[in-house]
């Protein structure tokens, strides 16, 4: 598959800029997660896909190497972010194949559509376990290499490369609140906190830490499993400040941003790409239909039957 240079990076970054850096991305597989590894891979790095399918990474990888010629990609399949011992495992292995880990991208998350009725404990757990405790455990598991990284590259380095940054994938539910999103809304909370807690502990070691928190960003698994598709286009985007759904690449731009040389000052904070949409995002537009009103279908318990919440059976509540 071809994916056109357009659809996962702009033209403002040069060739190279990465150049014998390695990335680690957990979820690298997922819609964002690949046009982030794309982005950088195309700009010189190797990188190392980590993820629970060993199909679906090891394809993922395999796709993402054509971005240049020369370009490692290791899918690591097998590995859930929930199993600190073998996060840590594939860790080794990326710096034993690939030589180090420069960038790492805390990215695998899990979600669905559920108001807090909806949610046995265990729901909840489990998606505070994949996005709260995997982005624990990824930092953990490749902080020591993170350390080793800026280490090597100083914040500035005067040949302008970089080393030692950490990036999560978190969210903008939690600003405002939002309905169905409880789940997701707390555990990205609790991200943000810990990447603030990361710039403080290795801030002094040279690494930086950031969220970066899409909003809707169109074509990816997220808004396909989140979004009623019984929305208009216009439906989906009229709240939106900036007029449109985020594309891959607005995301990808910004990874590249906080990797690169330009990023070197922007440590312990959340960088948002979303067009300004939290700012508008009172209501609900996740999981609700045209024809759904707030607070009518908290009251009623309605949810879009135009979502594909993942659930396969009731609800063990
Ligand atoms: N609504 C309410 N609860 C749900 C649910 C839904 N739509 N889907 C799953 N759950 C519950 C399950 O019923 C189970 O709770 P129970 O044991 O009390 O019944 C709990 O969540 C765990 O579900 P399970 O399917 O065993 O977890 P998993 O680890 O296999 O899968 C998920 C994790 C639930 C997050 C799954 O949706 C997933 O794998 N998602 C990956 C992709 C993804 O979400 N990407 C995010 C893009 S934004």
Same mark, same amino acid.
């Given at each position: 598959m071809t994916v056109l240079r357009s659809e996962y990076l702009s033209s403002a970054w040069a060739d190279g800029i990465f150049a014998n850096r390695v990335l680690f991305i957990t979820g690298g597989a997922g819609s964002i997660g690949s046009a982030q590894t794309r982005a950088v891979v195309h700009l010189g790095a190797n990188a190392c896909i980590i993820g629970r399918s060993v199909e679906k990474t090891e394809k993922a990888a395999k796709e993402i190497a054509?971005?240049?010629p020369g370009a490692?990609?290791?899918?690591? $399949?097998?590995?859930?972010?929930?199993n600190f011992d073998s996060l840590k495992a594939a860790a080794e292995r990326c710096v034993k194949e690939l030589g180090s880990i420069d960038y790492v991208i805390a990215g695998a998350a899990g979600n669905f559509i559920a108001p807090i009725s909806g949610l046995s404990p265990n729901a909840?757990?489990?998606v505070m376990d994949i996005d709260t405790? $995997?982005?624990?455990?990824?930092i953990k598991a490749t902080v020591p290499y993170l350390i080793e990284s800026a280490a090597r590259n100083p914040n500035p380095n005067p040949s302008g490369t970089t080393g030692g940054r950490l990036i999560s994938t978190s969210a903008t539910f939690h600003y405002t609140g939002m309905p169905l999103q409880a789940h997701v809304s707390a555990a990205k909370a609790?991200?943000?906190?810990?990447? $603030?807690s990361v710039s403080l502990e290795y801030g002094p070691y040279g690494v930086t830490a950031n969220s970066l928190a899409p909003g809707a960003i169109a074509g990816t698994e997220g808004m396909e499993r989140l979004a009623s598709s019984e929305l208009t286009k216009e439906q989906q985007t009229k709240g939106i400040p900036s007029g449109r759904w985020g594309s891959m690449r607005d995301i990808a731009d910004a990874t590249v941003f906080l990797f690169s040389d330009a990023g070197n000052y922007v440590n312990g904070t959340t960088l948002i790409v979303d067009g300004a949409g939290w700012r508008r995002q009172g209501g609900a537009a996740l999981g609700v239909?045209?024809?759904?009103?707030?607070?009518?279908f908290m009251l009623t318990g309605e949810i879009s039957k135009n979502v594909k919440t993942g659930r396969e059976g009731k609800a063990k509540l």
């Open positions: 054509q971005v240049r490692k990609v290791l899918g690591i $399949g097998n590995i859930d972010v929930r909840f757990k489990t405790i $995997g982005t624990f455990n990824t609790a991200i943000d906190s810990l990447m $603030g239909d045209s024809d759904m009103t707030y607070p009518e």
